[in-house]
């Protein structure tokens, strides 16, 4: 999930409805709790029971819906499908970085999850199956990405709060997840032999070295949030 999160973190900065992210103050205020609030959210959706779930995406409609009558505006619906797009993408690149690509019939199980989550949340237009999704996906980030203010400013926030050297680590595992648009707009780079370097985190976890690795690379802030989060879950059979 933190590897989803961090491709989300280059994503989110670009796309060009963030700046209702800024109205409400939250994500230039702490990048890092939004980004972990909106994987609570996820994990509250994708790994309950179907009733806990409805209960989340009411809640998740009501904050937008307060958003919306705040602002007197309504969030565009693309922006709603970009953010959906996003983390079935990010899941789908996560999981080929740690372990091995999706096979086809994963590739449709990952999709209906959140296409459930969508139709949840009342997004329209949404694609059917995983093959149309990925073709309107190409579309959303050649039209809905853009480097802006908003952009440099995200970032500057990212790295006063975590720092230069994990700015750094941050912005290498985005390298390696990120689609080619994502990394050319904000010019990441993989070092040689990253890819590898990150493999060695499933032998590491394997000797029990996860708590150290936390510490290392996480804000001290955010430790026992991310360990919570950190915990095994199954997805239930709907």
Do not use: C
């Not at 899941?91 to 740690?98: F, G, M, T």
């Amino acid at each position: 999930m933190l590897f989803v999160f961090a491709g989300a973190a280059a994503e989110f900065a670009l796309n060009r409805a963030v700046d209702w992210l800024f109205f409400t103050g939250s994500l230039p205020a702490d990048p890092m709790a939004r980004l972990l609030s909106t994987a609570r959210f996820v994990k509250e959706i994708v790994f309950v029971e179907e009733a806990v779930a409805r209960r989340t995406l009411e809640r998740i409609r009501s904050i937008h819906q307060a958003v919306e009558d705040e602002r007197g505006e309504q969030i565009p619906p693309w922006a709603h499908r970009d953010v959906l797009y996003l983390l079935i993408d990010y899941s789908e690149r996560a999981y080929q970085l740690l372990h091995r690509p999706l096979t086809v019939q994963e590739k449709d199980d990952l999709y209906a999850v959140f296409w459930r989550v969508g139709s949840g949340l009342h997004i329209p237009e949404l694609p059917r199956n995983y093959a149309t999704w990925q073709q309107d996906r190409g579309r959303h980030l050649l039209r809905d990405l853009a480097y802006s203010d908003y952009t440099a400013e995200l970032y500057a926030r990212y790295q006063r709060q975590l720092g230069p050297w994990r700015l750094a680590l941050l912005r290498q595992v985005q390298a390696l997840l990120a689609p080619d648009r994502v990394a050319r707009l904000l010019d990441l780079k993989a070092w040689p032999g990253s890819r590898h370097l990150i493999r060695v985190y499933r032998p590491l976890v394997r000797m029990g070295l996860r708590p150290l690795i936390r510490r290392l690379l996480l804000p001290r802030d955010y430790i026992e949030e991310v360990q919570q989060m950190d915990e095994t879950a199954t997805v239930p059979t709907r």
